[in-house]
């Protein structure tokens, strides 16, 4: 049975700072890795996707690597903005690609 | 272009009542799935509906049913609500077209539900 799980619960950073959030998952043969943002009792929208045979994905300022023999995914923010603050989550398909398996998150804050 | 678009927004009930929630998929996706996101907590699981019929259920008991009509929308129906059932209830669409796997799936905003 896939778990995934999601370190550092929750971070709290100022503004400007380089962080990373940590993703890992205990069954490595994914089809994908998906990262998403949660806003406060909002909807999740997909930031970035890598597909098993890519090591990493870039938009903008956000930067997602894949360590699949490992079982972990990094997803990287750089320079980050008040707006950043808010719940990333990072999720793989099962094995019969049915349905999507959710880490608990990492709640982010950034500080003016 | 629409996306997944979710109804209604928030909703309240009391224990032992029934809901529905309905969810229309992206334009062109074909898939639905449902998720419960309680407080705190990642998404869950609920089922997947394709072809009007369910796929795929996750650890949920049979007061969860659903429903997928043939313009690809689907209802989500909890009956007998327990105070546990307070959530928030998420949508997913997907393509089988594009996606034989199914599992790049499209969010809506989600429907809050408070049982009291």
């Known amino acids: 049975k896939q778990e995934v799980t999601q370190i550092p619960a929750a971070l709290s950073v100022p503004e400007g700072e380089n962080l990373v959030l940590n993703c890992s998952f205990t069954?490595?043969?994914?089809?994908?890795l998906q990262w998403f943002r949660q806003d406060p009792g909002k909807g999740l929208t997909s930031l970035l996707l890598?597909?098993?045979?890519?090591r990493e994905q870039t938009s903008g300022r956000l930067n997602a690597s894949l360590d699949k023999s490992s079982g972990r995914s990094t997803l990287y923010i750089a320079a980050s903005q008040p707006g950043d603050s808010a719940t990333y989550l990072c999720?793989?398909?099962?094995?019969?690609?049915?349905?999507?398996?959710f880490g608990t998150g990492t709640r982010l804050l950034v500080s003016p | 272009d629409a996306g997944v678009t979710q109804s209604p927004t928030h909703l309240i009930k009391t224990r032992g009542q029934q809901v529905t929630l309905r969810c229309s998929p992206k334009?062109?996706?074909?898939?639905v799935s449902w998720y419960q996101q309680a407080l705190g907590q990642g998404p869950q699981f609920i089922f997947q509906?394709?072809?009007?019929?369910?796929?795929q259920r996750g650890n949920f008991p049979d007061r969860f049913s659903g429903h997928q009509f043939p313009n690809y929308s689907s209802e989500l129906n909890v009956n007998a609500l327990l105070l546990g059932d307070s959530a928030l209830y998420l949508c997913?669409?997907?393509?089988?077209?594009?996606?034989?796997?199914?599992?790049?799936?499209?969010f809506g905003a989600g429907t809050r539900l408070s049982v009291l």
């Open positions: 999720a793989v398909p099962n094995t019969g690609f049915q349905k999507l398996v």
């Open positions: 069954d490595s043969a994914i089809y994908n």
């Open positions: 509906y394709y072809e009007e019929e369910e796929r």
């Open positions: 890598i597909q098993s045979s890519q």
């Open positions: 334009s062109g996706h074909d898939t």
């Open positions: 997913a669409s997907s393509s089988t077209l594009v996606d034989r796997a199914g599992n790049i799936q499209y």
